[in-house]
């Protein structure tokens, strides 16, 4: 895969981190235990899974630029490698230019 697909791909999955960003602030942080219905990670543009994980474990994945939150499945080996594996998710960790791109992107930094 060329860098530009790396990116281009990186990029999707930037839009739907920023959406799960707005999900988390709409959320009441204090209950970090409970259940959140978050958007899939992945690079596919028509995938609207929901990925139920715990504030406190989509927390965990946040602290890092280059790892996003996918359903179980939805990984790509190409640009990302797989870092955890919970029940009803995956936490993968971008490679090369997909990780520059999303690290870039990180909204907070
Ligand atoms: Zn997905």
């Given at each position: 895969?060329?860098?530009?697909?790396?990116?281009?791909?990186?990029?999707?999955?930037?839009?739907?981190?920023d959406t799960n960003e707005a999900i988390e602030r709409g959320?009441?942080?204090?209950?970090?235990?409970?259940?959140?219905?978050?958007r899939?990670?992945?690079?596919?543009?028509?995938?609207?899974?929901?990925?139920?994980?715990?504030?406190?474990?989509?927390?965990?994945?946040?602290?890092?630029?280059?790892?996003?939150?996918?359903?179980?499945?939805?990984?790509?080996?190409?640009?990302?490698?797989?870092?955890?594996?919970?029940?009803?998710?995956?936490?993968?960790?971008?490679?090369?230019?997909?990780?520059?791109?999303?690290?870039?992107?990180?909204p907070?930094?």
């Open positions: 895969m060329n860098e530009e697909s790396e990116r281009r791909l990186a990029r999707n999955e930037i839009l739907f981190r959320q009441w942080l204090a209950d970090s235990g409970k259940h959140v219905r978050f899939c990670e992945c690079s596919r543009l028509d995938c609207n899974r929901a990925v139920p994980i715990t504030l406190a474990d989509y927390e965990q994945v946040r602290r890092f630029p280059r790892r996003f939150v996918l359903a179980p499945g939805h990984e790509m080996p190409e640009i990302e490698t797989v870092v955890d594996r919970g029940e009803d998710h995956v936490v993968v960790e971008k490679k090369d230019a997909a990780g520059e791109t999303a690290a870039a992107a990180d907070r930094q």
